[in-house]
């Protein structure tokens, strides 16, 4: 009996164990870092996809837009608006700053400033998210806590309950 106490116990410990490491971090990234969202350098109208560049965006993590109410604004929009900087119709738009928006499906998002001449001049931004939590943080963004579960942590606690199971009952 005191046998079948130990094993359920220890049973317990290994579940919760596993529970704990199933944490993960997605990441709060800051868009344009200090320079935050702005028109960019008229030398520079890549400064946006420049940005992206070495970061994985994964569901879950969250886009920090800085920017003054009044002077610019957020939309998220279609590829075709995008590509076209067409400021009718947006999907969401963002009016107050700064804005964050939480990336909660995989795919492409398309955001565009849709004040006069603003997306023209490169004020818009294109990013691909992709399934699972962030491995690590990746260069401009910081962690944030986020309930997802990796396959890796789902494998290994199975892994652990099974060897509970198989040692103690």
């Known amino acids: 009996m005191a046998m079948k106490i130990i094993s359920m116990a220890a049973l317990v410990v290994v579940v919760l164990a596993s529970s704990v490491l199933q944490s993960t971090y997605a990441a709060n990234y800051t868009v344009g ?11 520079n109208t890549e400064f946006y996809d420049d940005w992206t560049d070495n970061k ?34 947006p999907i969401v738009r963002y009016t107050t700053g700064p804005a964050s ?19 023209g001049l490169g004020q818009k931004l294109s990013i691909d998210v992709r399934t ?3 491995t690590a943080p990746t260069p401009g963004s ?28």
Do not use: Q
């Open 33 to 43: 870092d200090a320079t935050g969202r702005t028109v960019p350098n008229p030398n």
């Open 101 to 119: 928006i939480t990336l909660n499906r995989t795919g492409e998002y398309h955001f565009i400033c849709t004040f006069d001449g603003h997306c």
């Open 132 to 134: 699972g939590p962030s």
């Open 142 to 169: 910081t962690p944030n806590p986020s309930s997802s579960a990796s396959a890796l942590v789902a494998t290994i606690s199975l892994v652990f309950m099974s060897i509970a199971l198989a040692l103690f009952c």
């Open 56 to 89: 994985n965006f994964v569901v879950g993590d969250v886009l920090e837009f800085s920017f003054t109410t009044g002077r610019h604004d957020v939309a998220e929009v279609t590829e075709a608006a995008y590509d076209n900087c067409n400021t009718t119709n």
